[in-house]
Structures are given as structure tokens and as C-alpha cells.
């Protein structure tokens, strides 16, 4: 059964909450409440809810947020609702949840909405809760910041196995943040670069830990993303009184997930000898790819994908089939994954560019997608786009989710 989209909403990556008085219950608010009015949808039209979130125990002390929902608009009092927690995958395992009970037929619509805040403190405080999603106490103990110490690994790995250019890297953070200046909602919209930003160079782009600097790194943020999920039933009716027909609305054609497990070295020994650094990654893209009916690559026209640091993207290029494995660098060389590439990665700018509250992450890549297939996604757009993939991970390439959407032709 085919699962569609109906629409979503998207928060401000750039705003900072707490200054302006708001808080984690705030986004969810503004969150549901913009996507209930971008699908003209009342809220006793949500059969059920799902929340991804990461970090609210530890950056607001608030745990139960699947409760959030009813708590913030009393509209929802009594609509199931859970909360799904996978680091940087949450709200990607909150959209799989509401798709099983789409499609074992228990609820017709579903409300996923992803939201995180983490600018409510020092940004060297975010990143030690951030660290919770490794292994703690048993890797990374000698890092001062534990994720970009983990993705300088996963560039070491690929500079031991095939060679790897800083040169590379950089330009993969200048197209994030070249794209993200055309997205209204990215966190990075207005920042200012030199070419110095995107070398190695000390001053202009420190490093942070390891082979990652400061502009290879994914922005501390704050926001949610919300899509509103239906059964063909549900989404028929909700169409034709809008006037329109089902073959309009974008679905999930098909999905990925894999799980490893959390330390990051014992990933890379297991792939020791294998072609792809991490084959579960690439076997939850394969797997998408087959629901979806599709061989490869050459079936889609754009990706959204965790670019949480630039060498995250760069094992991307090459795990999505776009390069032979550890040939990610002609990719990048040839602009290929550029707006006008052969297959554009991150229009939104990512989470480099757009930013990345962690709980949202996964249904913002999913309504970005949803946008891109209907024509919607503005200044973003990739021209003549029907079928996108999202590629999001949470951990070190931990917890690993992919879809597929696709509008059909007219």
C-alpha cells in the first residue's frame, strides 16, 4: 500500500528560540499548527501522532514529548501519539511507525513531526549532549568533540583505502552553503564566505578534530518539521475536495532501514576487504531502490542526505551508486551533485546549509523531497524533479533510514 504525503511545515532554522522566549514545547506548536494549515486539515483529522526527538531530556529536561503534541494544542487530547528516539534518524523511525499503521490499516492519517532544540546553551555544552549517541564511556573518550572527531575517522578510513583531497571536502560544504542561500528557512542563508573558508587554511576554517574543519560541520540548531501522512483512501478524498486527483500527491514508493551497532570502529573492521566502507549503509539505499522499483541512481533526480559533516556526504556520493566505491571525488570534481548536475544532492543546503535540529532532520529531508517531486520547492527547485531520496543516519552511520518519493506522471 502506498503511503502519501500530503504536505508539511518547516520551522526557521536560523531563529534561536530561547532568545526570543520560546522553548521545545513552542516549536512543536508552531510546528503541527503549520502543518495543519499547509494540508487545510482540522486536527480531529489526525488519527495519530508521531515525535521524533533526540536531546529534549538533556537540552530542556523534557522527556514524554509524544505527549507534547496535546499538551501545547488541547485539540489533540486523546489522539495516540509516541515519541521515537534514534539520535539524528529520530523522526525518520517516527515516519516508518506511522507508515506500518497506515498500511496495516489501523489509522488513515498521520501527523510526524520531528523537533529539537539545541541553542538554549553553549554550543560546547550541545555538543557533549550530542555525544550521547555514541557508545559513551567506550569510544571516542580522548575527542573534545565527539562527532566530528567520529566523521574525521570515516575521512581517515577513506584517505587509508582510496585517497582522500581536502579539496573535496570543501567544495562539498561550498555547494551545501551556495544552495542554502536560496532556501528561506535555512539556518546559514545570510552567512558570509571566502575562498579561504573552503581550504585548509587555519585561520579562515580551523580545524576541529582531526581532518574536520569548521565549515565541513553541520549547524547546532533549533526547529521542527512536520509531513502529514495518508492511506489512498484518505488521501483520495483529501484531493478531490481540494479539487484535484490522487496521481497529484507525492507518496513513499519505497523505504530503507538498518541498524548497526554503536561503536564506529567496529563498523569499519567489519568492512574490511568490502568495497563499500559501510555496507549497511548501502544496502538501506539498495533496499529502497527495490521497493521503489528502481535499479539505481540513474532513476532519480535529486537526494536529500546527512551531510552532518562533509565526509558523510562524500561516503554518500559513492554508497548512492553516483561513483564507484572510493571514487567520490569525481563526483565533486565534475560538480555533478551541483543544481544543474547529473544528480543533485542537498538543494536545501542540508545539514550544513539548512541545518540540523536532530529530531527534525529526517522529516525535513522527507518534505523537501515532497516539494521537490510536486514542483513546490521554490528557489530550490530541481528542474522537472518526480522521484527524490532522502539518506539519513543517526550516530556514526548507526541507525540508518532511506526513502523514496515520487509523484507520478500526470
Known amino acids: 500500500m502506498r503511503t502519501f504525503i500530503l504536505g508539511g511545515h518547516q520551522t526557521d532554522f536560523a531563529r534561536n528560540w530561547s532568545r526570543s522566549g520560546g522553548d521545545l514545547a513552542a516549536i512543536v506548536r ?4 503549520g502543518a495543519l494549515s499547509a494540508c487545510a486539515l482540522e486536527p480531529e483529522e489526525i488519527d495519530t501522532i508521531h515525535v521524533g526527538n533526540a536531546f529534549g531530556e538533556l537540552h530542556r529536561g523534557q522527556a514524554h514529548l509524544g505527549a507534547m503534541v496535546a499538551s501545547v494544542l488541547p485539540a489533540f487530547w486523546g489522539t495516540p501519539a509516541s515519541r521515537h528516539e534514534a539520535a539524528c534518524a529520530s523522526s525518520s523511525m517516527a515516519v516508518l511507525a506511522a507508515m506500518a499503521e497506515i498500511e496495516c490499516g489501523r489509522y488513515q492519517c498521520a ?3 520531528g523537533a529539537e532544540e539545541e541553542r538554549n546553551v553553549h554550543g560546547d555544552q550541545a555538543a557533549q549532549y550530542q555525544g550521547s549517541a555514541a557508545w559513551v564511556g567506550r569510544e571516542g573518550q580522548q575527542a573534545k568533540f565527539m562527532w566530528p572527531y567520529m566523521f574525521g575517522l570515516l575521512g581517515a578510513e577513506y584517505e587509508r583505502r582510496y585517497g582522500l583531497r581536502y579539496e573535496h571536502l570543501g567544495a562539498i560544504a561550498r555547494t551545501n552553503l551556495e544552495n542554502a542561500r536560496r532556501n528561506p528557512n535555512a539556518q546559514t542563508r545570510k552567512w558570509q564566505f571566502t575562498d579561504a573558508s573552503f581550504r585548509a587554511d587555519d585561520e579562515a576554517n580551523p580545524v576541529i578534530e582531526g581532518m574536520i574543519r569548521r565549515q565541513d560541520c553541520g549547524q547546532i540548531s533549533d526547529g521542527g518539521a512536520a509531513v502529514v501522512l495518508a492511506s489512498p483512501a484518505f488521501a483520495r478524498r483529501w484531493v478531490e475536495r481540494r479539487g484535484g486527483k490522487l496521481e497529484d500527491l507525492p507518496y513513499i514508493a519505497g523505504w530503507g532501514h538498518r541498524t548497526a551497532g554503536l561503536l564506529f570502529e567496529e563498523k ?5 576487504g568490502a568495497p563499500y566502507v559501510l555496507p549497511h549503509v548501502r544496502d538501506t539505499i539498495t533496499q529502497a531502490w527495490g521497493r521503489a522499483g528502481i535499479a539505481g541512481p540513474e532513476s532519480l533526480d535529486g537526494v536529500e542526505t546527512h551531510d552532518c559533516f562533509t565526509t558523510t ?10 561513483t564507484a566505491p572510493g571514487e567520490s571525488w569525481k563526483a565533486v570534481e565534475e560538480d555533478r551533485i551541483g543544481m544543474g548536475g547529473e544528480l543533485p544532492i542537498n538543494p536545501s543546503g542540508g545539514l550544513i546549509g539548512c541545518g540540523h535540529p536532530v529530531g527534525a532532520t529526517g522529516a525535513r529531508m522527507l518534505l523537501d523531497a515532497a516539494r521537490q517531486v510536486t514542483g513546490t520547492a521554490g528557489d530550490c527547485q530541481v528542474e522537472g524533479a518526480r522521484t527524490f531520496q532522502t539518506l539519513n543516519i543517526g550516530g556514526s552511520c548507526t541507525t540508518v533510514a532511506s526513502f523514496v518519493v515520487r509523484r507520478d506522471p500526470a
Open 111 to 113: 501527523l510526524v513531526l
Open 268 to 272: 569499519l573492521a567489519r568492512s574490511r
Open 313 to 322: 556526504e562524500y561516503m554518500a556520493i559513492d554508497h548512492l551508486g553516483l
Open 30 to 33: 508552531e510546528t503541527t499548527e
